[in-house]
């Protein structure tokens, strides 16, 4: 099932690039497979994916270590300070960067394990009250601050879009998002490309890729409907 999910969102992304006038290598899938059990990232493993984005450090921690290490951990959950250096060894990609305090202390653990860690800055483009990131006034101060850090890298943008049954809601925040990065892009602050832009999930990520998107983030769409009721 989760094999034959995979074919259908590889389908959905395809159409979407060539909607878009867009080359399908553009677009990186990310399988986001938090509350999901180790059989079913070795299912969406064994198809090709190397791509798996979690929530939660201590989750994302146990499974990369039982887990192939050619995969690619993408933290895409709001992240503690606190926790940091568990995942400062191994990550790929740290989505979710959206104060100063967090950058610092993730310069200071990329430093302990001798890396540069790409980060990407988190927008909340809604202006939703109840998400994390921040407003896009505060975003080249930030940026500004942040690339003076010498263990991080920004590489772009990520925005999680409302919840909405209409994925064409979305279109204008996509379309805004896109249009911040190519402004900062344009400013050429040392340290900071605008490469990656991460918006999208399984509710929209076809609109998102039409609008720009280098990273969609599917997870219910791979997965199938997530189970909270047996967490402790
Ligand atoms: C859970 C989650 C996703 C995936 O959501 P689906 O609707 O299941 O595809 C994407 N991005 C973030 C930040 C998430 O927390």
Known sequence: MISENLKQVEENI???CEKAGR????VTLIAVSKTKPIEDLKE??????REFGENKVQEMTGKNEVLPKDIH???IGHLQ?????YLAPYVSLIHSVDSVRLAEEIDKQAKKVGRVIPILIEVNIAHEESKFGINETEVYDMIHTISKMPNLKIEGLMTI???VVDAEENRLFFHKIKQLSVDIAQKNIDNVTMNILSMGMTGDYMVAIEEGATMVRVG???FGER???KKE
């Open 227 to 229: 189970d909270y009721s």
């Open 14 to 16: 395809v159409k979407a």
């Open 23 to 26: 080359k399908r290598e553009e």
């Open 220 to 222: 219910t769409g791979i």
């Open 81 to 85: 300070r606190n926790k940091v250096k």
């Open 161 to 163: 879009a409302p919840y």
């Open 44 to 49: 969406a493993y064994e198809t090709g994916i």
């Open 73 to 75: 951990w993408h933290m």
